[in-house]
């Protein structure tokens, strides 16, 4: 993932951080990828034989680095992190585990860039702290959610939500 944040710095350096096009592709590309991967395990779950994605270091690390950079530009990089966890059919602790700790890390790590490129300012600020209050709202629903839902609708419920944020993307993208 710090690969693909320093990749997207370059580019975000090299082309300017208001690149509305590459931004438009990225969502088109990432949103295709990510549809397709979830319409390829529909096609599984229905008795379909395919070759799954590479989930050992050399799939983490194509799968990290792609959410590095796309993060970067677009803040979406959760379609591939889940699709990349459900391949490797992570059970639902290490999966919510992860993605917690995946995305806080990237997050951070992103930081130096956005205050570099002037991308985090006080507009960003006052709309985050007014933003504030509803994360514990949206803790406590994932706990709720995360206590009741057994594994296996857990699950069916992220490739769905996985296929919803594509679907945003390309609609983003063609926006």
């Known amino acids: 993932a710090a690969a693909g944040v320093l990749m997207a710095t370059g580019v975000l350096v090299l082309v300017g951080q208001h690149n509305h096009l590459l931004e ?32 050992g270091r050399r799939g983490g690390a194509i799968a990290g680095g792609a ?3 796309v993060s970067t530009f677009t803040h979406a990089a959760g379609p591939i992190i889940t699709i990349y966890l459900l391949e490797r059919k992570t059970p639902k602790a290490a999966f919510v585990g992860t993605m917690a700790v995946f995305f806080l890390v990237l997050n951070v790590a992103k930081l130096p860039t956005f205050f570099a490129l002037h991308l985090i300012h006080s507009g960003t600020m006052v709309a985050s702290i007014w933003l504030l209050p509803v994360v514990p709202v949206g803790a406590m629903l994932g706990l709720w959610m995360y206590k009741r839902v057994p594994e296996k609708p857990f699950t069916v419920i992220m490739y769905l939500a996985a296929a919803a944020a594509a679907g945003h993307m390309i609609y983003k993208g063609l926006g």
């Open 24 to 55: 438009r592709v990225l969502n088109l590309f990432v949103g295709g990828v990510c549809l397709a991967f979830v319409g390829v395990q529909l096609y599984r779950l229905c008795g379909g034989k395919i070759r799954g994605i590479p989930t």
């Open 67 to 69: 959410a590095g950079f």
